[in-house]
């Protein structure tokens, strides 16, 4: 547990690593579970499960370079989602816990599966000699916005909008801003019953922002809080995020925005949880009056998604009315680039988000001073294959 964070964003560290530290703790207690995953473990940076549990591996003969392998180890990888997913899925009706951990963009090919999973946990609720199940607990990395050396084909955040528009009211989305976040939605996960979860995250060191009373706080105060760290009273504009990079693009947005504009007033809400038509979980879905305590009931709302950008406005629309709304996210402008350049590409980065404010108060050279910083970002890279910003 982080009991606090003295210098907010000044450290960095994988949240992928720290699922994989909860991953083995897990084998360590539990010894029904069992973790799936399409040969992805070593690359998502779960790997630390290998010290404490052994790879499925049949009669097959194994070679000194091979992981440790064994016929009745709980680390199952196999190339083939839907059957890694049928097969977990019946552990699960078995009462016993598991997880599926994969490239983000591979997920979608599961997605009738899930559909079909989410039909049966809703008519199963309906039959009183059965218990609750174990949530499908689905572990997304390795993600559109960090892609860098596959290109797009592995950038693609769907499976986000997909489980957001069924209105069963059985699927969260989760998006944890950093290592800490990432541990107490593990937590979260774990406990989680009768529902599907997807939680995302990058697999590689992310600043870190919060402490675990307030990440433990957005799960039980509606899937969202104000970050006071980089947040104003009465504040003139909102900025919000949903998912660790886009929370970071806004964060350093709001710090270019007070170098520049030092007299405007801007509030930071970090969303950590959405459902269908809410923020927050299915459980713990945020309300119009928390939302206006929060988001204000009539400033301008920036906001960043880590996936399709209608998917997070729709959400919106339900609480705010669209004239407030400015929301970026992956626009399905995708490369084998640069981590700022695919941020430029998609409307998502940090300049592009400032200029929605200096746009609304007319200040035109700042529109001019963001752009030609994004088009410098933009020569260096397609030059030299690195990002001017970091």
Known sequence: MIESVSNPGGERYSPARQIGRLLTEEFRQDPHFYFFSPDETTSNKFDEIFEVEKRAWGDMPIKSWDLPESPDGRIVEMLSENILFSVMTGHLMNGEQAMMGSYEAFFPIITAQLLQQMKFIKQSKDVSWREPLPAVNLLSTSTCWRQDHNGFTHQSPAL?????????????????IDDVAAEEAYHYMINSRNVVNLTTFDKNDRPRYIDSNH?????????????????DDEPDFIFTA???????EAIEAIHILKQDMPE??????????????????????????KFEELFTADKPIIANFHGYPETLKTILENYAHRSRLRVHGFNEEGSTTTPFEM???????????????????????LISKYQEVLEQNHLHAT????????
């Not at 069924?166 to 989305?173: D, F, M, R, T, Y």
């Not at 957005?218 to 809080?225: D, H, I, K, L, M």
């Not at 030059?383 to 970091?390: A, N, R, S």
């Open 160 to 176: 986000i909008s997909t489980l957001l528009s069924v209105p069963s009211g059985l699927a969260n989305c989760i998006f944890p």
């Open 215 to 231: 990440a433990r706080y957005q799960f039980e105060n509606g899937g969202a809080s104000i970050f006071d760290f980089v947040s």
């Open 242 to 248: 949903a998912g660790d990079i886009v929370s970071h």
């Open 264 to 289: 405007i007033k801007i509030r930071f809400v970090g969303i950590n949880a959405l459902s269908y038509r809410a923020i927050g979980t299915v459980s713990n879905k945020m309300n119009k009056d």
């Open 343 to 365: 941020l430029r590409r998609n409307m998502a980065s940090r300049y592009d988000l400032a200029i929605d404010v200096a746009t609304i108060l007319d200040r035109d050279v």
């Open 383 to 390: 030059q030299h294959g690195e990002d001017l910003i970091q």
